[in-house]
C-alpha cells in the first residue's frame, strides 16, 4: 500500500487560564491508501483534538505548537487559510461528532448537500440537486427525502446525511469523529457498514471512538491513545490476539463478551488532569504493572512484533 496520510511529533495545546493542556502531545501515526484506522481511547485521551487538527479545524484556545501532518506530500500544517479550505472537502471530508449541531436545522437536508456542489463545483442548481439526490440514496437515504428537515430524521439518518456531505466530492480521506456515539447498535451497523463500503469504493476512513470492539471488528489498524500520546499503534488483529501495553489490555478486558465466561474488568482510576501529567508514563498512576522508572521516566517508542508501542515493560526487557 502507498502512504496517504503521515503525522510526525504532532502537539496540540490548549492554553487556557488554568494553564496549557497538553491534548496531543508528541503524536506520529501514518495511514495509508485505501485503509481504515481506528483512533481508541477513553473520554478526554485526546482523540477528537487529533481529528480536528489534521483539516486544521481546531478552534481557539486549540493550537498547533510542534509537528507536521502530511497528505500526498503536501504538509497541512504549512499551508496558508486559503489553500487549506481547498484541502477539505475536495481532500479530506470530516464527519462531526453530533449531526443535529453539524447540520443547519433551517435548511432542506438535500440543499444542504447540494451547497458542496455549487460551492466547488461549475454546475447550475438542478444538475446540484440531482448529484444529490443520486448521493442519499448512495448512503441509504430515499432521495424523496430530499426537502426533508434534519429533525424531520432519525438519529442514523442525519449521521448519513453528514457523511453525504462529507463524501460528496470524493475526498481521499474521511475523518469520522465518534459517528455512532448515540446511535442503536442496528443503526451503527448500518454506519460502519457504510464506511466500509467507501473503502471499497477506494477512500481511506480513520475512525475516532472509545469503542474498541467496534474499531476491532472493523479496522485494519488500531491506534490506542491514552492522556494525549499514542501509547500502542499496530495491525488491528495482532492487537487483539496479543495486546502488549496494559492500557490496552484494561480496555480490552473492560469488552463484555455474551457467548463466554469472561470477567468484565473495569480500569481503576480516572485519566488525568493533561496541564499537569504524571511524570514518566503517563498511564503509571493506573497500571498494575507499574515500576520505579515509569514514574521516573517517560518510556522510548519501540517496535515489538511489528507494532509501535510505548511502555517499559518491553523497553527494559520485562515481561508480564
Same mark, same amino acid.
Given at each position: &500500500?502507498?502512504?496517504?496520510?503521515?503525522?510526525?511529533?504532532?502537539?496540540?495545546?490548549?492554553?487556557?487560564?488554568?494553564?496549557?493542556?497538553?491534548?496531543?502531545?508528541?503524536?506520529?501515526?501514518?495511514?495509508?491508501?485505501?485503509?481504515?484506522?481506528?483512533?481508541?481511547?477513553?473520554?478526554?485521551?485526546?482523540?477528537?483534538?487529533?481529528?480536528?487538527?489534521?483539516?486544521?479545524?481546531?478552534?481557539?484556545?486549540?493550537?498547533?505548537?510542534?509537528g507536521d501532518i502530511f497528505l500526498e506530500?503536501?504538509?497541512?500544517?504549512?499551508?496558508?487559510?486559503?489553500?487549506?479550505?481547498?484541502?477539505?472537502?475536495?481532500?479530506?471530508?470530516?464527519?462531526?461528532?453530533?449531526?443535529?449541531?453539524?447540520?443547519?436545522?433551517?435548511?432542506?437536508?438535500?440543499?444542504?448537500?447540494?451547497?458542496?456542489?455549487?460551492?466547488?463545483?461549475?454546475?447550475?442548481?438542478?444538475?446540484?440537486?440531482?448529484?444529490?439526490?443520486?448521493?442519499? !440514496? !448512495?448512503?441509504?437515504?430515499?432521495?424523496?427525502?430530499?426537502?426533508?428537515?434534519?429533525?424531520?430524521?432519525?438519529?442514523?439518518?442525519?449521521?448519513?446525511?453528514?457523511?453525504?456531505?462529507?463524501?460528496?466530492?470524493?475526498?481521499?480521506?474521511?475523518?469520522?469523529?465518534?459517528?455512532?456515539?448515540?446511535?442503536?447498535?442496528?443503526?451503527?451497523?448500518?454506519?460502519?457498514?457504510?464506511?466500509?463500503?467507501? =473503502?471499497?469504493?477506494?477512500?481511506?476512513? &480513520?475512525?475516532?471512538?472509545?469503542?474498541?470492539?467496534?474499531?476491532?471488528?472493523?479496522?485494519?489498524?488500531?491506534?490506542?491513545?491514552?492522556?494525549?500520546?499514542?501509547?500502542?499503534?499496530?495491525?488491528?488483529?495482532? =492487537?487483539?490476539?496479543?495486546?502488549?501495553?496494559?492500557?490496552?489490555?484494561?480496555?480490552?478486558?473492560?469488552?463484555?463478551?455474551?457467548?463466554?465466561?469472561?470477567?468484565?474488568?473495569?480500569?481503576?482510576?480516572?485519566?488525568?488532569?493533561? =496541564?499537569?501529567?504524571?511524570?514518566?508514563?503517563?498511564?503509571?498512576?493506573?497500571?498494575?504493572?507499574? &515500576?520505579?522508572?515509569?514514574?521516573?521516566?517517560?518510556?522510548?517508542?519501540?517496535?515489538?512484533?511489528?507494532?509501535?508501542?510505548?511502555?517499559?515493560?518491553?523497553?527494559?526487557?520485562?515481561?508480564?
Amino acid at each position: &500500500m502507498s502512504e496517504l496520510l503521515k503525522i510526525n511529533n504532532l502537539k496540540v495545546y490548549y492554553f487556557t487560564l488554568r494553564g496549557i493542556v497538553k491534548a496531543v502531545d508528541d503524536v506520529s501515526l501514518t495511514l495509508d491508501k485505501n485503509e481504515f484506522i481506528s483512533i481508541v481511547g477513553e473520554s478526554g485521551s485526546g482523540k477528537s483534538t487529533l481529528a480536528h487538527a489534521i483539516p486544521r479545524l481546531l478552534r481557539p484556545p486549540g493550537k498547533i505548537v510542534n509537528g507536521d501532518i502530511f497528505l500526498e506530500n503536501e504538509n497541512l500544517t504549512k499551508m496558508s487559510d486559503e489553500d487549506i479550505r481547498k484541502v477539505r472537502g475536495r481532500k479530506i471530508g470530516f464527519v462531526f461528532q453530533d449531526p443535529f449541531t453539524s447540520l443547519d436545522p433551517l435548511v432542506r437536508i438535500g440543499d444542504q448537500i447540494a451547497e458542496v456542489f455549487l460551492e466547488h463545483e461549475l454546475i447550475d442548481k438542478k444538475e446540484a440537486k440531482e448529484k444529490s439526490m443520486k448521493l442519499l !440514496e !448512495e448512503v441509504g437515504i430515499p432521495s424523496d427525502r430530499y426537502e426533508y428537515y434534519p429533525h424531520q430524521l432519525s438519529g442514523g439518518q442525519r449521521q448519513r446525511v453528514a457523511i453525504a456531505i462529507a463524501i460528496a466530492l470524493n475526498p481521499k480521506l474521511l475523518i469520522a469523529d465518534e459517528p455512532t456515539t448515540a446511535l442503536d447498535v442496528i443503526v451503527q451497523d448500518r454506519i460502519m457498514d457504510l464506511m466500509q463500503s467507501l =473503502i471499497n469504493k477506494g477512500m481511506s476512513v &480513520m475512525l475516532i471512538t472509545h469503542d474498541i470492539a467496534l474499531a476491532a471488528e472493523r479496522s485494519n489498524k488500531l491506534a490506542i491513545m491514552y492522556a494525549g500520546e499514542i501509547v500502542e499503534f499496530g495491525a488491528t488483529e495482532k =492487537i487483539v490476539e496479543e495486546s502488549l501495553h496494559p492500557y490496552t489490555s484494561g480496555l480490552l478486558s473492560s469488552v463484555p463478551d455474551l457467548w463466554s465466561d469472561k470477567e468484565v474488568k473495569s480500569i481503576p482510576g480516572n485519566p488525568p488532569d493533561l =496541564i499537569v501529567p504524571p511524570s514518566g508514563c503517563r498511564f503509571h498512576p493506573r497500571c498494575p504493572f507499574a &515500576m520505579p522508572i515509569c514514574r521516573e521516566k517517560k518510556p522510548p517508542r519501540i517496535n515489538v512484533n511489528n507494532r509501535n508501542i510505548a511502555c517499559w515493560l518491553y523497553s527494559e526487557g520485562v515481561t508480564k
